[in-house]
T-cell receptor, first 112, second 119 residues
Framework: TQLLEQSPQFLSIQEGENLTVYCNSSSVFSSLQWYRQEPGEGPVLLVTVVTGGEVKKLKRLTFQFGDARKDSSLHITAAQPGDTGLYLCAGDRYSSASKIIFGSGTRLSIRP | GAVVSQHPSWVICKSGTSVKIECRSLDFQATTMFWYRQFPKQSLMLMATSNEGSKATYEQGVEKDKFLINHASLTLSTLTVTSAHPEDSSFYIC???????????????FGNGTRLTVT
């Protein structure tokens, strides 16, 4: 059972369109991170959200942490081919031994 | 800053042989490193937590005698896949934190991974 479920699993859209990726759990997280991974490389940290309800913006990317700190979303405005990759959310749980747990991943493909 | 180097980036070995993968923190000291396994188009699965100067902590279902982890210094952790079999073929990634545990103020820094193919 995946503790952090991401949806959708796969998404292929046209350049210029908007999209939202969701990361959901029944567990509370002290913080949640979003990473982007390209083939053959390690994940690269995009953002960390800590406070319930927090919204962070990174150029065309908007990240939100749910009020209850159980879920998060990533919204991309005017997607570009360079946004293509595997997006991973990762949560740091209160009750675990401070290990970050990765979500199931969303593979995003932006068509020119 | 906070660069993690993983070596080799890819390796092909014959079934039954052992393979060692290195994970180095180049510009910081890492008391804790993590080893992950990633199957094609899937997420990262934590295999073990490597602690400098002590035994690694393995996740449930990961054979510690098959995946030997050594964290002998503050900048180097190694993962040795012993008696490798084709089902061990995967993408192995390490990460490191500067503090004792990952949190929002000490994020994970990832290596670029090692693609292992066992023939």
């Amino acid at each position: 059972t995946q503790l952090l479920e991401q949806s959708p699993q796969f998404l292929s859209i046209q350049e210029g369109e908007n999209l939202t990726v969701y990361c959901n759990s029944s567990s509370v997280f002290s913080s949640l991170q979003w990473y982007r991974q390209e083939p053959g490389e390690g994940p690269v940290l995009l953002v960390t959200v800590v406070t319930g309800g927090e919204v962070k913006k990174l150029k065309r990317l908007t990240f939100q942490f749910g009020d209850a700190r159980k879920d998060s979303s990533l919204h991309i405005t005017a997607a570009q081919p360079g946004d293509t990759g595997l997006y991973l959310c990762a949560g740091d749980r209160y009750s675990s031994a401070s290990k970050i747990i990765f979500g199931s991943g969303t593979r995003l493909s932006i068509r020119p | 800053g906070a660069v993690v180097s993983q070596h080799p980036s890819w390796v092909i070995c014959k079934s039954g042989t052992s393979v060692k993968i290195e994970c180095r923190s180049l510009d910081f000291q890492a008391t804790t490193m993590f080893w992950y396994r990633q199957f094609p188009k899937q997420s990262l699965m934590l295999m073990a937590t490597s602690n400098e100067g002590s035994k690694a902590t393995y996740e449930q279902g990961v054979e510690k005698d098959k995946f030997l982890i050594n964290h002998a210094s503050l900048t180097l952790s190694t993962l040795t896949v012993t008696s490798a079999h084709p089902e061990d073929s995967s993408f192995y990634i390490c990460s490191a934190v500067t503090g004792g545990a990952p949190s929002y103020n000490s994020p994970l820094h990832f290596g670029n991974g090692t693609r292992l193919t066992v023939t």
